[in-house]
Each structure stands twice: as C-alpha cells, then as structure tokens.
C-alpha cells in the first residue's frame, strides 16, 4: 500500500512539472511590477502610424529620429512615467513628395515646430502586463490629451520591449488638412525598446 502511495505521489509530481513546462512561454510571462526600473527608449524601437483615406489607401510611415525615457514604478505601477520626443523632419513614407508635404507648414511645420512631445500624467494598469498611458501631447505649440494602451511584449535582465498602440485626432494640433477625405484619426503602432540606465 505504502508502495503504491509512493508511486502514485512520484507520478503526479512527474505529471505537475510535464504540464508546467508545456505552458507556452508567454501565459508565464513576468508582471509589469516584476521588470521595474528606469529605462531609456532606444533607437531600434518603431514608431509607426497611418491615416486612413475614402475608399481604401492612406498614408502610413514612422518616424526615424525619436528619444525618451519611461520609468516603471516598483511598488505601484500607478506611480511610473514616460518623456517622449519624436521630431517630424524624420517622418519617412516612402514617398518624398508625401514627406516633403508632411514636413511643410501644412501638417507638421517641422520647421518652426522640430519636435512632438508626449508627457504622461497617469498610467493605469489593466492586467499583470498591460497599462493604458494618459498624458498631454503637444505638436504645432498645440497641447491636448492623448492616451496609449502598452502590453508587455519581451524583456531581458536590462532591456524591455513594449507593443504601443493610440490614437490622436490630427485636428486638435492644427493639422487636419485633407479632412474628411483623409481620417482626422491617426492610428499609430509602436514598439519601443527600453535599455535599463
């Protein structure tokens, strides 16, 4: 009996550590909590976005010149924060003649406004590895609200990955030329690489 009991016991701890290690990688991925420290967005991350157009088609690029730090919180997500610049005379489409018009004093106006700042005023987390990014966006020397949900995508011992998506309305900063044939909504598509400083 003892021996059937010892069997038994062996079997189902073979069992616990067979299932464990069967469970993909990602449904065991660390909390937002557990990779907190203070970051330094670098320049392999992509910022990426579209404008929808009537009928299909759009425009769609990213920008190539960005900086910025975040700081992840320890003790309550809540607390944390991120400083990002971005500079419109790096937008690139593809097309010089759609940067060129991107550039120009009709949308960006990179030439008396060279960057596009977002300072975030609250973070909110939404599950273990998501958090939705509240805070002030300001482009043309115009500020309006703006928010952005992050997932945690991949981190190492000093570098972190996030999946970054929003959506800003261009008319708020002046820059809703082309309505309503272009969207007055931006969609952008980020992933930003953190290095631990």
Same mark, same amino acid.
């Given at each position: 009996?003892?021996?059937?009991?010892?069997?038994l016991s062996?079997v189902?701890?073979i069992?616990?550590?067979v299932?464990?290690?069967?469970?993909?990688?990602a449904?065991?991925?660390?909390?937002?909590?557990? @990779?907190?420290g203070?970051?330094?967005? *670098?320049?392999?991350?992509?910022?990426g976005?579209?404008v =929808?157009q @009537?009928?299909? =088609?759009?425009i769609?690029?990213?920008?190539?010149?960005?900086? =910025?730090v975040f700081?992840l919180?320890? !003790?309550?997500?809540?607390?944390?924060?991120?400083?990002?610049?971005?500079?419109?005379?790096?937008?690139?489409?593809?097309?010089?003649r759609i940067?060129n018009?991107l550039r120009?004093?009709?949308v960006?106006?990179?030439a008396?406004f060279p960057?596009?700042t977002f300072k975030?005023? *609250? @973070?909110? *987390?939404t599950?273990p590895?998501?958090a939705e990014i509240a805070g002030?966006?300001?482009a043309?020397?115009k500020t309006s609200p703006?928010?952005? *949900?992050a997932s945690?995508?991949?981190?190492g011992?000093n570098?972190?990955?996030?999946?970054?998506e929003?959506?800003?309305?261009?008319s708020?900063?002046?820059?809703d030329?082309g309505?309503?044939i272009? !969207?007055?909504v931006v969609?952008?598509?980020?992933?930003?690489?953190?290095?631990?400083?």
């Amino acid at each position: 009996m003892k021996t059937t009991t010892q069997l038994l016991s062996t079997v189902t701890r073979i069992a616990i550590a067979v299932t464990l290690a069967s469970i993909p990688l990602a449904a065991r991925a660390d909390t937002l909590s557990q @990779v907190a420290g203070s970051y330094k967005i *670098q320049p392999s991350s992509r910022i990426g976005f579209s404008v =929808g157009q @009537v009928g299909g =088609g759009g425009i769609k690029g990213d920008f190539k010149k960005f900086s =910025g730090v975040f700081k992840l919180n320890p !003790s309550s997500i809540g607390q944390s924060s991120i400083n990002f610049t971005l500079y419109p005379e790096s937008v690139s489409t593809g097309q010089a003649r759609i940067e060129n018009f991107l550039r120009s004093d009709a949308v960006f106006d990179s030439a008396n406004f060279p960057t596009i700042t977002f300072k975030s005023t *609250q @973070v909110t *987390q939404t599950s273990p590895n998501t958090a939705e990014i509240a805070g002030m966006l300001t482009a043309r020397g115009k500020t309006s609200p703006a928010s952005f *949900q992050a997932s945690l995508a991949n981190h190492g011992k000093n570098s972190i990955t996030f999946q970054v998506e929003g959506k800003i309305l261009r008319s708020r900063y002046g820059m809703d030329v082309g309505t309503p044939i272009y !969207s007055n909504v931006v969609q952008f598509d980020m992933q930003i690489d953190g290095q631990r400083s």
